[in-house]
Nanobody
Framework: QVHLVESGGGLVQPGDSLRLSCGAS????????VTWFRQAPGKEREGIQC???????ISADSVQGRFATSRDDAENTVVLRIDNLKPDDTAVYYC???????????????????WGQGTQVTVSS
């Protein structure tokens, strides 16, 4: 079983940048698809961007170039960088893993194998 832990959330101001990390234990992320989800207050959880060693990154249509996911295989970590943060980015951000066979469904929470506990990001002046 892969145990995921997100970190890096907090209170930030509009226009700031933020790096969220997803660290894994109990297994390697190398052969898994890793996706960042977020859930804003009163809204459904949505897939933002996933990363896979074979397909690179896959983004949701709502992502407008402010989100970038990268892997650090040496640290068994995946990082989400968000630039030009907006109040609408306020949410709990989760990382999740999928088996490779579900890469084409990597933005669909129904196919998640393991979830992290989430990290709160609040964008406010």
């Amino acid at each position: 079983q892969v145990h995921l832990v997100e970190s890096g959330g907090g209170l930030v101001q509009p226009g700031d940048s933020l790096r969220l990390s997803c660290g894994a234990s109990g297994g390697s992320l190398d052969n898994l698809v890793v996706t960042w989800f977020r859930q804003a207050p009163g809204k459904e959880r949505e897939g933002i961007q996933c990363i896979d060693t074979r397909h690179g990154t896959i983004s949701a249509d709502s992502v407008q170039g402010r989100f970038a996911t990268s892997r650090d295989d040496a640290e068994n970590t995946v990082v989400l960088r968000i630039d030009n943060l907006k109040p609408d980015d306020t949410a709990v951000y989760y990382c999740a893993v999928f088996p490779q066979k579900f890469v084409e469904r990597c933005l669909d929470s129904a196919y998640v194998q393991f979830w992290g506990q989430g990290t709160q990001v609040t964008v406010s002046s």
